[in-house]
Nanobody, 124 residues
Framework: QVHVVESGGGLVQAGGSLRLSCAAS????????MGWFRQAPGKEREFIAA????????YYTDSVKGRATISRDNANNTVYLQMNSLKPEDTAVYYC?????????????????WGQGTQVTVSS
């Protein structure tokens, strides 16, 4: 069992930046790929970014490419999502998820453990 807890959300003006963190605990000795997803009001949860267990491979959805960077610190069991040039359409609850194995995935159903989410609100 792995528990993940997101932090770092908040209110930011358009054009601003945020760094979201995801702390994992529990069976962190196993290998887990990690992903970030988001869900805006009235919309389905969507993939944002993913990273392999080693950190050597990363994946991004087109809407955040060039504005987002996913990274991980395995020594501290933490994954980060740096978001720059934020837009009002980035407003959503952001979720971190862990997937057993080394390879990241863009598919939400391939993730085993989910956090409670952190709210990001971008004002225009």
């Amino acid at each position: 069992q792995v528990h993940v807890v997101e932090s770092g959300g908040g209110l930011v003006q358009a054009g601003g930046s945020l760094r979201l963190s995801c702390a994992a605990s529990g069976r962190t000795s196993s290998r887990y790929a990690m992903g970030w997803f988001r869900q805006a009001p009235g919309k389905e949860r969507e993939f944002i970014a993913a990273i392999s267990w080693s950190g050597g491979s990363t994946y991004y959805t087109d809407s955040v490419k060039g504005r987002a960077t996913i990274s991980r610190d395995n020594a501290n069991n933490t994954v980060y999502l740096q978001m720059n040039s934020l837009k009002p359409e980035d407003t959503a609850v952001y979720y971190c998820a862990a997937r057993s194995g080394v390879r990241g995935s863009i598919l939400s159903y391939e993730y085993d453990y989910w956090g409670q989410g952190t709210q990001v609100t971008v004002s225009s």
